[in-house]
T-cell receptor, first 110, second 115 residues
Framework: QKEVEQDPGPLSVPEGAIVSLNCTYS??????FMWYRQYSRKGPELLMY????GNKEDGRFTAQVDKSSKYISLFIRDSQPSDSATYLC??????????FGTGTRLQVTL | GAGVSQSPSNKVTEKGKDVELRCDPI?????LYWYRQSLGQGLEFLIY????????KSGLPSDRFSAERTGGSVSTLTIQRTQQEDSAVYLC?????????????FGNGTRLTVT
């Protein structure tokens, strides 16, 4: 079992929809959680990071972490075609390397 | 520099040949990471450098893989006697400090194809 599990998709939504992307993890030592966005043939870029449980909002993006259920979520409001990309969740603990999920491919259609 | 720079962007090599992949991190970043991204496998950690400390090589898949970081800046990932299963995108990332909330900045990767 991978330490961070993520549905690979693809996920297709119409423009303007609310998108929910999710990951689960198994390592209780994980305390920092991140979401990266990766466009085709580009490197991942950091979107959001959160520490421990809670919510963090940045514009149209909201990251949620529920440590009790080991569940990580990213919500995208008013989705745009430019949001079409692969979204990678990642987690790390106090002395460990960043562990990534496999990524979810999102397609926002006109 | 503007960001993490990797070269070459694409590399096609024959099975059994050696390859070298280069990474120029962001100036001033002390931590440097190599990851491998295969289709459907996500990002797989390979190796990490932090300042003058001994590198964390725990992710290197075999002794055919090695990496160096000269002068605390540029890094080279070497794959000897390449195999077809080595085909992947090799991503380099750097961060300001090796702390758990210091974000990683990735390059665009080197796409390696072993024929």
């Amino acid at each position: 079992q991978k330490e961070v599990e993520q549905d690979p998709g693809p996920l297709s939504v119409p423009e303007g929809a609310i998108v929910s992307l999710n990951c689960t993890y198994s390592n209780s030592a994980f305390q920092y959680f991140m979401w990266y966005r990766q466009y085709s043939r580009k490197g991942p870029e950091l979107l959001m990071y959160t520490y421990s449980s809670g919510n963090k909002e940045d514009g149209r993006f909201t990251a949620q972490v529920d440590k009790s259920s080991k569940y990580i979520s990213l919500f995208i409001r008013d989705s745009q075609p430019s949001d079409s990309a692969t979204y990678l969740c990642a987690a790390t603990g106090t002395a460990s390397k960043l562990t990534f999920g496999t990524g979810t491919r999102l397609q926002v259609t006109l | 520099g503007a960001g993490v720079s990797q070269s070459p962007s694409n590399k096609v090599t024959e099975k059994g040949k050696d390859v070298e992949l280069r990474c120029d991190p962001i100036s001033g970043h002390t931590a440097l990471y190599w990851y491998r991204q295969s289709l459907g496998q996500g990002l797989e950690f390979l190796i990490y450098f932090q300042g003058n400390s001994a590198p964390d090589k725990s992710g290197l898949p075999s002794d055919r893989f090695s990496a160096e970081r000269t002068g605390g800046s540029v890094s080279t990932l070497t794959i000897q006697r390449t195999q077809q299963e080595d085909s992947a995108v090799y991503l380099c990332a750097s961060s300001l400090l090796r702390t758990d909330n210091s974000p990683l900045h990735f390059g665009n990767g080197t796409r390696l194809t072993v024929t």
